[in-house]
């Protein structure tokens, strides 16, 4: 059941205000920084704000469905990104568009989406898995207080700070607790304060959280996790297909796991469900996952 009306919009909806992309010319957008950003952009933002771009070009009764994404160079948490658009097509049901997202003169990715008016059709959907409720369990933020001592110092401090979306896992896993290797994962999720009833912002949003702890599946099948200093991880593509509306600050839950790792790579795929059963989402991306070996 939505708790949205228990939940009224207050203190920063910082989530909203990454995701509000400025038009600066025609075809061309800027999207903020990282709030009190440091460091590499984390991906989703980028996918998340290309994607408002792209829908700004779009009519409002097109919706995006699908996107597809390359991961070119790391981008700089702490410096805004323009994006460049191209319209591809605009056919009688379908939009295509191409998205450039750049820093410093250089792009760090590139997108591809498209977009349908709404229509009937067959339906199936595979069933959601039966996990624990999201009021029964702890979110990152307090399982890191709670297993302080078996987190990576920088790390720990990354998952206790307060970030737009909230992360519920549904089982022990790495680095909290040692679980062994896991098949799937499963995460509730969902954005921190109550956001606007703009149904292109919630798919924006969606795209923004896809990209949360999915390549850890690739880690966690091997019974390992984020953190280690000895693997560096980033994000290579990533796709989205989304097949109906949802709320970002509805919990929705996040089924993951990494059928294939290898040559430094993993592969990993995704379910995403509301809390009423509903298969709104499916998500695939494939990551670098780099043993680091000391020299000498």
């Not at 995006?64 to 460049?84: D, E, I, T, W």
């Not at 720990?156 to 896993?173: A, Q, S, T």
């Not at 000895?230 to 109906?244: E, G, K, N, P, T």
């Amino acid at each position: 059941m939505s708790d949205i009306a228990n939940r009224a919009p207050e203190g920063d909806d910082e989530l909203t205000r990454i995701l509000d992309v400025e038009q600066i010319e025609q075809n061309f957008f800027r999207g903020i920084a990282t709030p009190e950003g440091t460091g590499r952009s984390f991906g989703g933002q980028v996918i998340g704000q290309a994607l408002a771009a792209a829908t700004r070009t779009v009519d409002p009764d097109r919706a995006a469905h699908s996107l597809h994404a390359y991961f070119m160079r790391p981008g700089n948490a702490a410096q805004p990104v323009l994006y460049r658009i191209e319209r591809d097509r605009d056919g009688g049901s379908f939009n295509t568009r191409r998205v450039v997202a750049i820093q410093n003169g250089q792009p760090i990715l590139n997108m591809a989406a498209s977009y349908q008016v709404s229509e009937p059709g067959l339906h199936h959907q595979e069933e959601m898995p039966d996990v624990p409720p999201p009021d029964d369990l702890l979110n990152e933020q307090q399982l890191a207080e709670k297993y302080a001592a078996n987190l990576p110092e920088g790390y720990g401090k990354f998952l206790r700070k307060e970030r737009p979306i909230e992360v519920r896992p549904c089982e022990p896993r790495p680095p909290f607790q040692d679980a062994g290797k896991i098949l799937q994962q499963h995460s509730w999720m969902r954005a921190r304060i109550a956001m606007p009833d703009d149904p292109a912002l919630h798919r924006a949003a969606l795209a923004y959280t896809s990209d949360m702890g999915i390549i850890g599946s690739s880690l966690t099948r091997n019974g390992v996790s984020f953190g280690r200093r000895d693997l560096m991880v980033a994000s290579l593509d990533h796709a989205l297909w989304m097949h109906d509306d949802m709320r970002m600050d509805e919990w929705l839950l996040y089924v993951m796991d990494s059928p294939w790792t290898g040559n430094a790579r993993g592969f990993a795929r995704g379910r995403i469900f509301t809390q009423d059963g509903r298969l709104v989402a499916n998500v695939a991306q494939e990551g670098l996952i780099r043993q680091i070996t000391k020299k000498g």
